[in-house]
């Protein structure tokens, strides 16, 4: 083979390496991992396709995968609200919820990020809790934190939003009241002590009172007497006295 010959096929094999790095770099853009932990929806052209992504090594093409969580959330929504009594309540709402697989399209479709979702429904549970607590007065608010989570989760499934959701638990965390209204519970509550002690005072004091009143003094007395003879002496017994003689 002449140098000519050679240096075509030099040409040649320099070409087909050339189109296996290109389709090699084409390939591997073109291929994605799902994960277990999330749906995934290719997105071709600023098109989103409905058919899911099974987890795995997928064949995405052109286009490129949105992906959102499929396990648990969990949000801690502070709440600074007022009770019925215009007292000052703040707590947390803590809510578990996670995405239904039926609804991870329409989610991803109509939320393209997840700061969008969150900062709706921390101003949704905000509203709704507030609305809530101000139907219980704040000495009320402790002693019903379970039917008042209830009620929230009540209002909650009907949010829209969270129509995309199975909402696992709602709960309320760290209670508390302002300063001032602390102050008056706790005096409260030494009043409460202190009434029990005096009511208990007085029940003891009526039962000594019914005991001494059932009592025959004189009886006692000569009960005593005899309890104490020395059996040697002559005992007297009258209606009266109890004497002793030697």
Known sequence: MNKKGQENIGAIISVLLFLMFIISIFLIWALSIVQYNEYAYENEFGKLKTELKQPGIRWVGFGSLERVNNQVRSYNIKVDSASKDMQDVFFDVNLNIRLKENQSFNFIKNYPNEETFQLYLNN???????????????????????????????????????????????????????DEFRIVLERKAQLTIEKDIIIKQKENLALQTLNINEIDVDKYFKYQLIEKWDGKSSLIISNDIITTVK
Do not use: M
């Not at 007065?137 to 402790?142: N, P």
């Not at 009620?151 to 965390?173: H, T």
């Open 124 to 178: 949704k549970i905000q509203e709704k809790s507030k609305t809530i607590i101000y139907k219980y007065s704040a000495e009320e608010v402790l002693p019903n934190r379970i039917e008042i989570s209830k009620e929230i989760l009540e209002e909650l499934k009907q949010l829209p939003e969270l129509q995309y959701f199975s909402i696992n638990d709602v709960a309320l965390s760290n209670i508390d009241f302002s």
